[in-house]
């Protein structure tokens, strides 16, 4: 089974500074997708940025851009010019490329709270 | 277009009795995921619907779980009987077929005290 690992609980960023969340991921699979996804407080959850695993260009939207090494099974995730809107809860996630009994299933980690200082 | 919406919000229910859990995926989404959350803990998949037809329900912790969704539109997700470790934030989201991106609800946060 694909484990995603967060080991920031916590984390803290100035506004306007940059914040790297971690994120490592283990698999077997050659194929797949990981996710960032962000969940203020109280409200849905929502994709900030995807990537594929075959493609070795880091997926970036506006100010939030990833840093991918397949080799090394590592996912972080940078927040740029941080804004107090960025507070919030954020989930790294696995989904297999592969269709399995279990669908399209996500794994994800335990999360890390970001919380944005003015 | 609306996006998945879960019902209610919130529950506190006793131990031992029955909660209810609602969740309307975006519609045309053929996929349909229930998740739960458990304080601190990862979020874990619980089942997998496409349309109608479970695809996979291997994620339930056990038979006090039922998950229906008739005519393949909305979903219910019944606990009977509710107990302490039931507790937590039960997602639910919903994709297309083919599609990579999920959509997810806000959740119910369900006490049981």
Known sequence: AQTVTQSQPEMSVQEAETVTLSCTYDTSESDYYLFWYKQPPSRQMILVIRQEAYKQQNATENRFSVNFQKAAKSFSLKISDSQLGDAAMYFCAYRSALNSNSGYALNFGKGTSLLVTP | ?113
């Open chain 2, 1 to 113: 277009e609306a996006g998945v919406t879960q019902f209610p919000s919130h529950s506190v229910i006793e131990k031992g009795q029955t909660v209810t859990l609602r969740c309307d995926p975006i519609s045309g989404h053929d996929n349909l995921y229930w998740y739960r959350r458990v304080m601190g803990k990862e979020i874990k998949f619980l089942l997998h619907f496409v349309k109608e037809s479970k695809q996979d329900e291997s994620g339930m912790p056990n038979n006090r779980f039922l998950a229906e969704r008739t005519g393949g539109t909305y979903s219910t997700l019944k606990v009977q009987p509710a107990e302490l470790e039931d507790s937590g934030v039960y997602f639910c989201a919903s994709s297309q077929t083919g599609g990579t991106e999920a959509f997810f609800g806000q959740g119910t946060r369900l006490t049981v005290v």
